[in-house]
């Protein structure tokens, strides 16, 4: 007859000396604790990180754990999705033997994993940033090559450019022919023009001076 709580405490004493300052027991009854795994330092010293929460059920191992994620940091929900299911996986391959070290191994390369796509995922946006701009610089030096379309569109919109500022033109000398006025409509709107001339010779006789010398 298999003796659970025997298996139990041998694993639990094991677990405390392969994890010293991440395992922690919740309580005895049932047997219950939590181990944080952490994964390897990636760019700029980020790690991603997940504290997983384990029971023993009472003919554990030959009955999978409970295990849950109680926190997590740097992880989206993808990331922890995947992460219940490989230690589904993970318990199912390993009934009857004590698995919890094997799944936090699992999960350990899991985090790893991880870390490595958040790199590869910000080197690929990095690139992809800086193809924009190698292609926004090449816009601004070449400008938008010439093609039949584009072509066809730009000279659509000059002729009707142009055709709009002829008709303005026309409209302008059109009304200023209208307005320009004739020597006659001038005379006629000024009544001061037919005396003008005789009001100045009769300014300037008055004021000739006669030299007696002479």
């Known amino acids: ?3 659970y709580s025997e298996e139990q405490r041998n694993e639990l004493e094991a677990l405390e000396s392969i994890y010293p300052d991440s395992f922690t027991v ?3 009854k049932p047997t219950t604790f939590t181990i944080t795994v952490t994964s390897e ?3 700029n010293d980020e790690t991603v990180q997940t504290t997983l929460k384990f029971t023993y059920r009472e003919k554990y191992p ?6 849950e994620i109680v926190s997590q940091e740097n992880l989206d929900d993808n990331d922890v999705m995947d992460i219940i299911k490989l230690l589904e996986q993970q318990a199912e391959e390993n009934l009857g033997m004590v698995m919890i070290f ?3 191994s699992a999960v350990q390369e899991k985090l790893n994993e991880i870390v490595d796509q958040i790199k590869t995922r910000r080197e690929e946006e990095k690139k992809q940033k800086e193809r924009e701009a190698e292609e926004e610089e090449k816009q601004r030096f070449h400008g938008t090559p010439v093609t039949i379309e584009n072509f066809l569109n730009w000279k659509a919109k000059f002729d009707a450019e142009l055709l709009e500022i002829k008709r303005k033109k026309m409209k302008e000398e059109e009304q200023a022919g209208k307005n320009k006025l004739s020597g006659k409509q001038l005379f006629e709107m000024d009544h001061n023009l037919d005396t003008s001339d005789i009001q100045f010779l009769e300014d300037a006789g008055n004021s000739v001076e006669v030299d007696e010398s002479l």
């Open 41 to 43: 330092a990636g760019e």
């Open 1 to 3: 007859m298999t003796d």
């Open 26 to 28: 919740l309580s005895e």
């Open 62 to 67: 030959d009955e999978t754990p409970l295990y």
């Open 102 to 104: 094997t799944l936090v």
